[in-house]
């Protein structure tokens, strides 16, 4: 049974940062693409970040490019996106997921069959 468990969401200050995680069982992320997307209230779901399974690529939404980083720890079967430089419209639950088809898709929540249940971030003004 494949369950993903993001934590390390919080409130922070404006110019402030967030390491945020998420460990996977019943999966390996060494050999899958997982990706970050976040979901503000009322609101679609939208891409943040992904890795590709080699871990080699990463593709980052354009509103976060350059203040964030997403990584991942194989011996944790742990995939890290690192948020800097928050400002207030960040400011949403952030979920994981498992890319079922293929790195190209990597910014389609359609392309994703497992999440988790998210944590929220606040960034206060």
Known sequence: QVQLVESGGGLVQAGGSLKLS???SGLMVSLNSMGWFRQAPGAER???AAISADGVSRNYAATVKDRFAVSRDNTKNTVY????S????DTAVYLCGR???GFYRSADAGAYDYWGQGTQVTVSS
């Open 22 to 24: 998420c460990t996977a």
């Open 46 to 48: 939208v891409f943040v």
């Open 81 to 84: 996106l690192q948020m800097n």
């Open 86 to 89: 928050l400002k207030p419209e």
């Open 99 to 101: 890319n079922l088809r």
